[in-house]
Structures are given as structure tokens and as C-alpha cells.
């Protein structure tokens, strides 16, 4: 049995990478957003953080989904930089003579 990959399964395309860490993290900042802005009110966020910002309600959900959509993606990205298998980034050692 000779294979290019002989410890895992080939690499994935890129989109089903892409789409595997996006999906995900979509689904996630969507429920965050819900949650977090079903307790706060974005005009009363921005009166505390930014008062002199011009900005609607409707702009800030946008920028609340956004940051979550953000931070959700970072957590998907870095546990599949932490779940790829080894063997792809492992050089065998070089035998000794």
C-alpha cells in the first residue's frame, strides 16, 4: 500500500476548510447576538463606550453580529489549527547508517 497520505485521510479543498470554520461560527454569533442584545440595548452600549458616535440600532446589531461573528471564527480557525493531524507536519527522521 504506497500513498502520498499513508498516516491520514488527503487534505481537504479549501472551500469545505472555509466553510467548515464560517459555518459554524455564523450559527454561533447569530445565537450570541440574540442573546446578548435581547439584555442590551445597542443605543444605551454606545451611549456608555462612544457618545459623541452617530449610530441606529439596526447599524449597531450589524456591528455586534459582526464582532461576534469575528470572535466565534478565531475559536473555530484555532481549534482546527490544533486538531490537524501531526503526521502532515512531522518530517520522518532520518535514518542512521
Known amino acids: 500500500m504506497?500513498?502520498?497520505y499513508p498516516f491520514d485521510h488527503p487534505p481537504r479543498p479549501m472551500a469545505q476548510r472555509v466553510g467548515?470554520?464560517?459555518w459554524p461560527s455564523f450559527f454561533a454569533a447569530g445565537i450570541a447576538?440574540?442573546?446578548?442584545?435581547?439584555?442590551?440595548d445597542p443605543l444605551v452600549l454606545?451611549?456608555?463606550?462612544?457618545?459623541r458616535l452617530s449610530m441606529t440600532r439596526e447599524l449597531?446589531?450589524?456591528f455586534g453580529f459582526f464582532?461576534?461573528?469575528l470572535a466565534?471564527?478565531?475559536?473555530?480557525?484555532?481549534t482546527w489549527l490544533l486538531l490537524r493531524p501531526s503526521s502532515?507536519?512531522?518530517a520522518p527522521l532520518p535514518t542512521e547508517r
Open 46 to 51: 454606545r451611549d456608555m463606550t462612544f457618545p
Open 60 to 62: 449597531g446589531y450589524t
Open 20 to 22: 467548515a470554520i464560517l
Open 67 to 69: 464582532a461576534f461573528w
Open 88 to 90: 502532515r507536519f512531522n
Open 72 to 78: 466565534t471564527s478565531a475559536s473555530s480557525l484555532f
Open 2 to 4: 504506497s500513498s502520498a
Open 33 to 40: 447576538t440574540m442573546v446578548f442584545f435581547a439584555y442590551v
